[in-house]
């Protein structure tokens, strides 16, 4: 086994010798979170340790990147008002707020709906967790 060096932390970017621009910072529910050019909102989010930020209507299960090419609709954000937007397709851009909705939100949603905890989705469907739509 090779021994481990020392020192300096390399970065993705650093193996293959690329100089992207200088990065940015996007608010996410107040927070800021620091953003490589390029990247998309939910990976920035990721990168920054939020790895889940809605809930399904049902159980209440976490949800955030799922598919991460933007056919799930697990990871839907506001992003500068603009409302259900697929974070993982979704390009950050300096100075972008980004609102995940919170909990209360999903809350608040489910009591309008009035679901039930019944597992199954309003058409009966279920997601890959056995739950209903989400």
């Known amino acids: 086994m090779r021994p481990r060096r020392q020192g300096r932390v ?3 970017y650093d193996l293959v010798r690329a100089d992207p621009e200088p990065g940015f910072e996007i608010s996410v529910d107040g927070v800021p979170v620091p953003v490589v050019p390029g990247q998309t909102v ?23 990147l799922f598919c991460g090419i933007g056919v799930c609709f697990d990871c839907l954000v506001t992003v500068n008002d603009s409302p259900s937007l697929r ?21 608040g949603e489910a009591a309008l709906r009035g679901t039930q905890a019944s597992g199954d989705g309003a058409d009966g469907s279920r997601d890959a967790a056995g739950e209903g739509d989400g």
């Open 42 to 64: 939910g990976a920035a989010m990721h990168g920054a340790g939020i790895r889940s930020w809605r809930t399904t209507r049902i159980a209440g299960r976490p949800r955030g």
């Open 10 to 12: 390399r970065r993705p």
């Open 87 to 107: 974070a993982c397709v979704t390009e950050a851009r300096p100075g972008d707020r980004v609102s995940t909705g919170g909990p209360q939100d999903a809350a």
